[in-house]
């Protein structure tokens, strides 16, 4: 298994288990919540990547072709979403 793939599968898995977490106990970093009711718009964008991660993760192990071109797009994107949330945290 190429290494891509478990980093990929960790990170999916971990984003995954965080969002089930602060839906449970919000989490509370200074004054700012990490909740659906305070920031829903970072956690379900943290859910949908996760999602996506995980299936190209699946794909790119079996070699399919629209990993290659998916992978660097999710990856991209969770740097995005990355920097999203130091900007909240820095607001």
């Not at 919000?26 to 991660?53: K, N, R, T």
């Amino acid at each position: 298994m190429k290494l891509s793939v478990v980093i990929a599968k960790l990170l999916g898995v971990l984003g995954l288990g965080l969002a089930a977490l602060a839906t449970v106990r919000p989490f509370v970093i200074g004054e700012l919540v990490y909740s659906w009711s305070a920031s829903g718009m970072l956690l379900g964008l943290q859910l949908l990547l996760s999602v996506l991660l995980l299936y190209v993760a699946d794909q790119r192990q079996r070699g399919s072709d629209i990993a290659e071109k998916a992978y660097p797009a999710v990856i991209m994107a969770l740097l995005l979403w990355v920097c999203m949330v130091l900007y909240w945290l820095r607001a």
